[in-house]
């Protein structure tokens, strides 16, 4: 008895394929699309934006930045602990964290100090076992030494003499490059290990405008857009892209 599929000169059955309606094509390809996008954002590459001038020059309020979330390990995105080790922070890296004291909160520094090393400030002048660091560069703001904090305990004498301290194991000190403005571990402390979110590696975009503060873009460009509308050109006070910024690499 032969299969009538292998019997010369029959055409096989048609198979009876229906197209799937365009709402579930659709539905499909942006679940897909949802999942592509938290599983970059959970394992791979996370966008940040910068609301303070704690990190000036190198980054400026308005900055955007994307941060490898590989660079220290491969994390549990939902207790932030490492599963699989990449690697440690350099002294020089631009890095994102939970800010210890409040874990609803993510700050952007520098590594100065790694696990072991001794930092101390004397008049402003920063050493590292014993040795003076360019580490982020000495503020030349003349203005400087009469800085006003908002936070109280904030002074003088701990912003610009610190220490001698060693950093503990697992742990980084931080420091903002505009170190006459940075709330950073000379006034709380370390940085864990386990707080690293990952490096900031590059701007994907930048604005600037008379609204700068975190929150504002929207409304800084809505009235660049007002005067074009009433005034037959943008209003670059109120709203404008810092295009030289977008594609620099952070270092």
Not at 48 to 61: A, K, N
Not at 100 to 109: A, L
Request: net charge positive; aromatic share 10%.
């Amino acid at each position: 008895m032969v299969n009538d599929k292998q019997m010369p000169g029959k055409n096989p059955a048609p198979v009876d394929v229906r197209p799937k309606p365009r709402w579930q094509e659709f539905g499909e390809s942006i679940l897909i699309a949802l999942v592509l996008a938290l599983v970059i954002r959970a394992f791979l590459v996370q966008a940040f934006s910068i609301p303070s001038g704690s990190m000036e020059p190198t980054l400026l309020v308005g900055d955007y930045l994307l941060v490898n979330k590989l660079a220290y390990g491969i994390r549990n995105p939902f207790t932030n602990n490492v599963l699989i080790p990449t690697g440690t922070p350099e002294r020089g890296d631009v890095v994102v964290f939970i800010y210890p004291q409040s874990p609803d909160k993510d700050y952007i520094k520098r590594v100065i100090g790694l696990p072991g090393d001794r930092i101390q400030i004397i008049d402003k002048k920063l050493s590292i076992n014993g040795k003076l660091t360019q580490i982020p560069p000495p503020s030349d703001n003349p203005e400087a030494p009469h800085a006003v904090y908002a936070d109280p305990e904030i002074t003088q004498t701990e912003r610009d003499n610190f220490g001698p301290v060693v950093v503990p194991k697992d742990s980084y000190f931080v420091m903002g490059d505009n170190r006459d403005k940075s709330y950073d571990s000379r006034f709380w402390g370390y940085v864990p290990m386990q707080d690293l979110k990952g490096r900031a590696f590059i701007i994907y975009f930048s604005w600037g405008g008379d609204g700068q503060p975190q929150g504002t873009l929207l409304p800084s460009l809505a009235r660049g857009l007002k005067g074009l509308i009433y005034n037959q050109a943008w209003d670059s006070q109120a709203f404008h892209v810092r295009w030289q910024r977008i594609g620099r690499i952070i270092h």
